[in-house]
């Protein structure tokens, strides 16, 4: 049984700094490519950033240059950094691992960002 576990979510004021993590098991985590997605009331899911098995990241443009996706292959964990937050970045955050074209998701971590 596959399992995400985000944590690190939280209320921050503009300008500041989280860091998300995501906890995987049940899956290989080794050859699975991670996500950060996010969903703000009102509006749907949408992207923040990929990263391959391989190491390769993709970004939204909305947080390129402020916000860097990594993983831990021994600790199953991918992070997402997030720095100079904005109010708009203020959503549900969810981790989500893709393997064998199955998608699975983690129940969400909330961020508020204050201005």
């Known amino acids: 049984q596959v399992q995400l576990v985000e944590s690190g979510g939280g209320l921050v004021q503009s300008g500041g700094s989280l860091r998300l993590s995501c906890a995987a098991s049940?899956?290989?985590?080794?050859?699975?490519?991670m996500g950060w997605y996010r969903q703000a009331p009102g509006k749907q899911r949408e992207l923040v950033a990929t990263i391959t098995s391989g190491g390769t990241s993709n970004y939204a443009d909305s947080v390129k240059g402020r916000f860097t996706i990594s993983r831990d292959s021994p600790k199953n964990t991918v992070y997402l950094q997030m720095n100079s937050l904005k109010p708009e970045d203020t959503a549900v955050y969810y981790c989500?691992?893709?393997?064998?074209?199955?998608?699975?998701w983690g129940q969400g971590t909330q961020v508020t960002v204050s201005s």
């Open positions: 049940g899956i290989i985590f080794s050859l699975s490519g």
């Open positions: 989500s691992a893709i393997r064998s074209s199955l998608t699975y």
